[in-house]
Nanobody, 115 residues
Framework: QVQLVESGGGLVQPGGSLRLSCAASGNIFSGNAMGWYRQAPGKQRELVAHITSGGSTNYADSVKGRFTISRDDAKNTMYLQMNSLKFEDTAVYYC?????????WGQGTQVTVSS
């Protein structure tokens, strides 16, 4: 059973940084696209950043220039470097891996931006 585990969330002040990690228990990263999503209270889950198997990336307009997605297939780990955090970045962040058979989701990690 493949599992994705996010880590790195927490409480940070506006303007601060966090790095999220998504680690897989099985070898499902290689050859697959993946992404980070977030869901704020009362809002729908939204795409934050996406990376293809070849390393091409795209970002939500709200995080462009502040967030960076990356992957290390050898370690079965994906990252989201978040800089210049804003109040509106507060949400539960989820990672997702897109295989040919199904999508795999992590359980989420809370990011709270507060002064």
């Amino acid at each position: 059973q493949v599992q994705l585990v996010e880590s790195g969330g927490g409480l940070v002040q506006p303007g601060g940084s966090l790095r999220l990690s998504c680690a897989a228990s099985g070898n499902i990263f290689s050859g697959n696209a993946m992404g980070w999503y977030r869901q704020a209270p009362g809002k729908q889950r939204e795409l934050v950043a996406h990376i293809t198997s070849g390393g091409s990336t795209n970002y939500a307009d709200s995080v462009k220039g502040r967030f960076t997605i990356s992957r290390d297939d050898a370690k079965n780990t994906m990252y989201l470097q978040m800089n210049s955090l804003k109040f509106e970045d507060t949400a539960v962040y989820y990672c997702r891996v897109e295989t040919w058979a199904r999508y795999y989701w992590g359980q989420g990690t809370q990011v709270t931006v507060s002064s």
